[in-house]
């Protein structure tokens, strides 16, 4: 949001879009929904659970 926000105004500045480097998310806000990634049989280590902004296990 935010680092998409800042390049759009550089390139509604004059920026040449190819001009621009590669831009890489600094941070990462994930959300799992374990009760689905059990039905689908797929694990997460518990650091990603712990790591995870939300976590639904309904």
């Known amino acids: 949001g935010v680092q998409c926000g800042e390049m759009a105004l550089k390139i509604m500045q004059g920026a ?17 929904n374990l009760r689905t990634a059990r039905y689908m049989k797929i ?16």
């Open 16 to 32: 040449k879009v190819n001009s621009l480097p590669a831009c890489y998310p600094r941070n990462l806000l994930y959300t799992l």
């Open 43 to 58: 694990q997460f280590r518990e650091e990603y659970i712990h790591n995870a902004y939300q976590v639904f296990d309904e």
